[in-house]
């Protein structure tokens, strides 16, 4: 059975309405018919934009007022870059699709100066302490600025904010067109992406078994198995924007790869691993994972950074 009318909740900012539309057009295509419709939602995270994620509530600050307008019916799902949605749902709530990753790679913008080439005590702007910590840890006289906005404000902040590089996740630069701005893409191995990076998430109620059959067609296995491990990963350190924890997950056959990194936020403490396995197996390898980096080293960093934030 396939419902007439679907609503898409989905927060205003230019990518977050490219993705929904996106995803409006799928549906419109595999169903002719059918008649889907936005409906806009701003977030908390929209509204605070002076002040570093981490110090107001993390990742759950781009959702939450979207799934309450789910719970009570307002909408029938929501699509969020995975990157923003907190490892655990709200009773009756849960994710259905993950979708085809785009390109999971953090990208650097800057004057044409490549990463390698950046002049000492280069200002770098940025809106993740993962990125932040891991830049760090191989150039320890850098400058980080911690920029907030949407995708075209943190472009025009290399100008405004007179900073030598901005870096900014490859996935949303695709989808909006900026692709050409890119000086170089970094590779997943010396910046490892943020969990989910590059995939959207289909949430919606989980009693809603018509809905959910609707939309099954938009999962991508592989990339939910990543993404599941990569979750799962983070679960396990307890870990949200607050602290620089990094994995990416890339399927090749049945095999799962998976490699995660825990940092101190000045990059000068890290731990990072890699685990393989059966991508039928994703979640388990995620927590595998987590208690490899954190039996390494990783608690103790991220005991370190956490007593930080009570200091602060």
């Known amino acids: 059975m396939i419902p007439k009318q679907l609503r898409i909740g989905t927060r205003a900012s230019q990518l977050a309405l490219w993705q929904a539309n996106w995803i409006k057009s799928e549906l419109e295509k595999q169903y002719p018919g059918i008649e889907v419709e936005l409906v806009k939602i701003k977030t908390m995270g929209d509204k605070i934009l002076d002040v570093p994620l981490a110090q107001v509530g993390g990742k759950g600050l781009f959702v939450k007022e979207i799934e309450e307008a789910m719970l009570r019916g307002e909408i029938d799902l929501a699509v969020h870059s995975m990157k923003d949605v907190p490892t655990e749902f709200p009773e009756g709530l849960g994710l259905v699709v993950t979708t085809r990753r785009e390109d999971p790679r953090d990208a650097f913008i800057s004057n044409g100066v490549k ?38 404000t943190r472009i025009r902040k290399l100008k405004e904010d007179n900073l030598d590089a901005v870096i900014l996740a ?13 000086t170089e893409l970094l590779d997943t191995d010396f910046s490892i992406p943020a969990i989910g990076q590059g995939a959207l998430g289909l949430e919606c109620r989980l009693d809603d078994s018509i809905t959910i059959e609707a939309l099954s067609f938009l999962n991508h ?37 998976l490699t995660g990194l825990i940092a101190s936020v000045n990059g000068q403490q890290t731990v990072k691993a890699n685990v393989s396995g059966l991508a039928t197996d994703a979640a388990e390898l995620g927590r595998k994972l987590a208690d490899m980096l954190l ?5 103790a960093i991220l005991e370190d950074v956490y007593q930080r934030e009570i200091a602060h």
């Open 115 to 152: 990463f390698s080439d950046l002049r000492h005590g280069a200002r770098i702007g940025t809106s993740a302490l993962r990125r932040q910590a891991q830049l760090l840890k191989v150039r320890p006289d850098l400058q980080m600025v911690i920029i907030r906005g949407n995708v075209e």
């Open 170 to 182: 490859a996935a949303g630069l695709n989808r909006l067109g900026f692709a050409d701005l890119v």
């Open 221 to 257: 296995p592989d990339t939910a198995a990543a993404v599941t491990a990569e979750r799962s990963l983070l679960a396990r350190c307890e870990g949200g924007c607050q602290v620089p924890i990094a994995a990416f997950g890339s399927v090749q056959g049945e095999t799962l790869n």
């Open 295 to 299: 039996s390494a080293g990783g608690k």
